[in-house]
């Protein structure tokens, strides 16, 4: 990645593509999730008389675990698959040969930009599932469990602290550039013609799912 030049025009144009293919599908799932966390943390609370902690735990669980959680899945499942079918593709037309022969280094050329898209549009996804998971928390806990707005926006900073938006963007970071190698090397790995490719994305989708668990799993036991 440190070596001359670094091809950013490839990089920015491979950003607006994770944004574009990747944005909307985030947000709209980021719904109910920000709804599911609201409902089982409100009756949870409920039970120990505490309703107006409701806002503090909603929101740690949707800062710290449920956006950075919900960003890699998106950006593994939208933005990884295309970048390993793309890859594959030209493994197997003999492109990624070809560039050798003339001398580019497709690592260079073709990964570093994918990968350093992935990590740095990562954090700006996991804002926007931030927000809108937010958002529809407080709707659902106002307007469907008869919650008060009063105390749910009183209650942000009881437990939650500036501190775990930068664990989550953290985390968002080291996702998305996970998501992003593992997609770029089964990409590079593809053999077998058209199923090879397809069996190269379906791997980097499942592969990436299984090491964002488990980096979420450290960086919270670390964090914590």
């Not at 469990?145 to 209650?155: E, M, R, T």
Request: hydrophobic share 55%; with cysteine; glycine share 10%.
């Amino acid at each position: 990645m440190l070596k001359r030049p670094f091809h950013w025009r490839e990089c920015l144009h491979q950003a607006w593509f994770i944004v574009s293919v990747s944005a909307l599908p985030t947000a709209l799932v980021a719904i109910p999730f920000g709804a599911v966390l609201a409902l089982q943390a409100g009756n949870l609370i409920r039970q120990f008389g505490a309703q107006s902690f409701t806002g503090a735990t909603a929101v740690l669980g949707i800062v710290r675990e449920a956006s950075p959680v919900v960003t890699a899945l998106m950006v593994a499942g939208a933005a990884g698959s295309a970048i390993c079918a793309d890859l594959g593709a030209r493994k197997i037309r003999e492109e990624i040969d070809a560039l050798e022969v003339l001398g580019v280094d497709p690592l260079q050329r073709l990964v570093v930009p994918r990968v350093v898209a992935c990590a740095v549009v990562a954090p700006f996804l996991n804002g926007l599932v931030t927000t809108v998971g937010l958002i529809a928390s407080y709707l659902f806990n106002v307007v469907a469990q008869g919650g008060s707005p009063g105390a749910y926006l009183q209650s942000f900073n009881s437990l939650a602290e500036v501190g775990d938006l930068w664990v989550s963007e953290v985390k968002a970071l080291v996702f998305g550039a996970t998501a992003g190698l593992i997609a770029a090397f089964k990409g590079l790995t593809a053999a077998g013609g058209p199923k090879g490719v397809g069996d190269a994305v379906n791997q980097a989708v499942v592969f990436s799912a299984m090491a964002l668990f488990a980096e979420n799993f450290l960086i919270s036991a670390v964090t914590t």
